[in-house]
């Protein structure tokens, strides 16, 4: 059984750095994409970052709204276990959210009803 469980949400001031975590494990053969989504109360979830880990070097893609200040990479385990991280730095007051990892086959930041898989979410707060 899939299971997915995020950890490091904190908060910090802004323009700090922070760096989550996504521990996956039981994910099939043909699921190589993960993902970053976050979501506020009433709005819908935002695709962050996905990476597609079916080749060397993996393929990422970042929202706008991110790009250049999140990275997001991938550690193997042993046991088909894996990390998969959102390094976050130049933290602004609206990076508020909570944030959840996803994992699934279509490397897309569209829909987060593209994805099968999600972990439990981290909370990550953000003041001036």
């Known amino acids: 059984q899939a299971q997915l469980v995020e950890s490091g949400g904190d908060s910090v001031k802004a323009g700090g750095s922070l760096r989550l975590a996504c521990r996956t494990s039981g994910l099939t053969y043909m699921t190589k994409n993960m993902a970053w989504f976050r979501q506020v109360p009433g709005k819908e979830r935002e695709g962050l970052a996905v990476i597609y880990i079916g080749h060397s070097p993996p393929t990422t893609m970042y929202s706008d709204s991110v790009k250049g200040r999140f990275s997001i990479y991938h550690v193997s385990h042993d046991h088909a276990e894996s990390t998969v991280y959102l390094q976050m730095n130049g933290l602004k007051p609206d990076d508020t959210a909570m944030y959840y990892c996803?994992?699934?086959?279509?490397?897309?930041?569209?829909?987060?009803?593209?994805?099968?898989?999600w972990g439990q979410g981290t909370q990550v707060t953000v003041s001036l």
């Open positions: 996803a994992a699934g086959s279509l490397f897309s930041l569209d829909s987060a009803e593209n994805w099968s898989y």
